[in-house]
């Protein structure tokens, strides 16, 4: 009976009427491609499926923790939910992809365990960097009503910062002028005094009360109180000139309380408006820092989260060889060796043409060597034949030997050692 029919008579179904259809599973299919698996190989072996159906939803696991991450990461930078969407759906596909790869070019039949170990390694290297990227979002976001409070503690301490070094910038301006406007005041209330002196003076003469002793305007009255007069018309340009520096001197201290309270109200206006993703995280580090339950939570679902991005490939490098993965093995390694053979008989055809390329065109240089050397062989005979009879230089005396050589040399271009 076929694995894949039904039972007659008790209504049991085989493994796959499990799934919810009828002879195909089409909802682990999705978990299959996201493993990385070879569907088609695949539905062959059924004792297979559940492995690289766990498998697959443990990739897709890693998709929506890097999409959440990174969605929580962008929406506390930007505050955009169309952009919040788009990069967490880019940034999930990413990691998805990135995960499905490392696991579906992982072998394990053919393969040494320690192989498969040291195979593991890098792999397993940048899943740990996947995993800190992406829980550190999500650890933000766990602890983010303490992370508040700690952060208007740290825009408070940035604060006093600032306006200590608001101050000291303003130091010097505020002594010169403060010094200033007291040197001004000391001068006016000396003056003021002065006169107010000479006034009671001629006051006392007046009423009797004075150094006379007798009431009323006498002559010496008189006298201070003329005194009096000329020191109030002497002193009062520089009082009125002096009041007016005071003024002056009042605005500049004004001016520059003014700017340091506005440049305040700016700065801590900013702090608290800008408060972005660097500054949630230095309070969560601060936190972790000042409480130890804050660093070993944090540290605990930083690990877990590790440990989550990290499965799939833990989860393929402890999976048992099964039947899918010989069969995968057999495929892949048939299609290699009939490539190979291919590859090996076609650069054995290009071999062998070259061969007889070289071996044909070794027999027409060896025809024309040999047809070149019996025609130079005739051509010498017949120059040797007229200097033995005489006829090759008639003029006075036959020529030497050595002199035949060299025309015949030059004539017909012989080598020295095709003559050898």
Known sequence: MSAKEPVQGNDLYAYDSF????????????LWWCAGAHQQLLKQFPSE?????????????????????????????????????????????????????????????GVSPRKQAWMAVPRVALALLIGVTIARPLELKIFEKEIDTKVVENIHKKIRLNDSLLQAENKALM????????????????IEDTLHRLQQSYV????????????????????????????????????????????????????????????????EAAAKANVGFLERNKALSDLASEESSVFWTSLL???????????????????PVGPYDI???????TQMAAAENEMRKDKELTSEKKKAFYRKQKEVSDQLTDKLSALQQKHIDE????????????????????EVMRKIKERYQVDEGDVL
């Open 175 to 190: 002594q010169t002028t403060e010094a200033e406007r007291n040197r001004l005041i000391t001068r006016k209330l000396s």
């Open 327 to 333: 069969a995968l093995a057999k495929e892949e390694l």
């Open 204 to 267: 006392q003469e007046a009423d009797g009360t004075g150094g006379s002793g007798r009431r009323g305007i006498e002559n010496l009255t008189r006298l201070k109180m003329n005194a009096f007069e000329t020191a109030r018309q002497q002193y009062s340009p520089e009082l009125a000139l002096l009041q007016v520096d005071i003024a002056k001197q009042d605005s500049i201290l004004a001016g520059a309380k003014a700017g340091l309270e506005d440049k305040r109200k700016q700065y």
């Open 383 to 402: 120059e040797l034949e007229k200097w033995e009879r005489g006829e090759w230089n008639p003029r006075d005396h036959r020529a030497s030997m050595d």
């Open 19 to 30: 799934s919810g259809g009828s002879g195909k599973r089409s909802d682990s299919n999705f």
């Open 49 to 109: 499926h559940s492995k690289y159906s766990g498998l697959g939803g443990v990739i897709l696991a890693t998709f929506v923790l890097a999409a959440v991450s990174s969605g929580y990461a962008i929406y506390s930078i930007f505050n955009s939910i169309g952009w919040t969407f788009v990069f967490a759906l880019v940034w999930g596909l990413i990691i998805f992809n990135f995960d499905r790869f490392l696991v579906s070019t992982m072998r394990k039949y």
């Open 301 to 319: 679902l930083s690990l877990l989260i590790i440990l989550i991005e990290v499965g799939p490939i833990v989860s393929k490098l402890i999976m």
